[in-house]
């Protein structure tokens, strides 16, 4: 109880502050796309055509840049949603593509091994399960295409090239790939899909909710747990999570739990 009083009677020094990160969302696919306003800016998941066009328009009529001023594209992760509109952002602009450097490695590892590995083929009973072979084809595929995207490779706890106040955290899970952005100075998290919202009532320096909002995606439990432990070491007042609301609290991912 003294824990909520004290957390609505302190208000994280970032209200106080003009906002560098800005949200772009359309109402279709409801995955985040995210405008970090600095000198130059970068672009966090451009993840469709539409998000896109939004993105371009928001920079120009009320942040009055131009798209000459984007010189980032960072990918969270590979999965389409995030990652459906580069093309289209290319077609604006030249900025680099950078995503962790985990998927290059593990796609290299792939090359040798995706014809030679085999999976006992699911069991009658089991409907819907799929064989971990056609599974490692299909995502060999989907990454050969995507690694072919990246310009840049991203390392755990380097800073990103030319906005060195943003590290990067690999936050493997529901990807190996996967990753954040953290702004230690500022105290805020780009979680692309290691941390989703869930909740419909918003965002806001509301503590009750934060318990039910978050929760952690994935499918490997252990990486699960290390990426936890890392994450709720860090200080974050604002979290910007790859799918729904953004939060803002003293205590932002105290509370996160798997699912």
């Given at each position: ?14 209200v ?21 306003h600095d000198?130059?800016?970068v ?51 030249s ?17 040798d091994?995706i ?16 064989s ?72 806001g ?55």
């Amino acid at each position: 109880m003294e824990t909520a009083i004290e957390d609505r009677q302190q208000i994280p020094p970032l209200v106080q502050q003009p906002r560098r990160v800005h949200t772009i969302t359309d109402r279709f696919s409801m995955t985040n796309t995210y405008l970090i306003h600095d000198e130059r800016i970068v672009v966090v998941d451009p993840c469709s055509a539409l998000n896109v066009r939004l993105l371009l328009n928001y920079l120009q009529q009320f942040l009055h840049r131009t798209v000459t001023d984007i010189d980032l594209i960072v990918l969270t992760s590979f999965h389409p949603d995030h990652t459906g509109g580069i093309a289209s952002l290319h077609q604006a602009c030249s900025a680099p593509v950078a995503a962790s450097i985990l998927a290059r490695e593990l796609r290299e590892s792939w090359k040798d091994s995706i014809r030679t590995f085999t999976y006992p083929p699911p069991n009658p009973g089991e409907a819907g399960r799929v064989s971990m072979t056609h599974a490692l084809e299909i995502s060999a595929a989907s990454y050969t295409r995507q690694v072919q995207l990246v310009d840049i490779w991203l390392e755990d706890v380097a800073g990103l090239p030319n906005h060195l106040d943003w590290r990067v955290i690999a936050s493997p899970g529901l990807t190996p790939e996967s990753l954040c952005l953290y702004n230690p100075f500022s105290y805020e998290l780009l979680s692309g899909d290691t941390i989703i919202t869930t909740e419909r009532s918003g965002a806001g320096f509301n503590p009750q909710e934060r318990a039910s909002m978050l929760v952690c995606a994935g499918r490997k439990r252990g990486q699960q747990e290390q990426t936890l432990q890392v994450l709720r070491s860090l200080k974050v007042h604002y979290l910007y999570p790859g799918h729904g609301r953004q939060i803002l609290a003293m205590r932002a991912i105290t509370s996160i739990r798997i699912e």
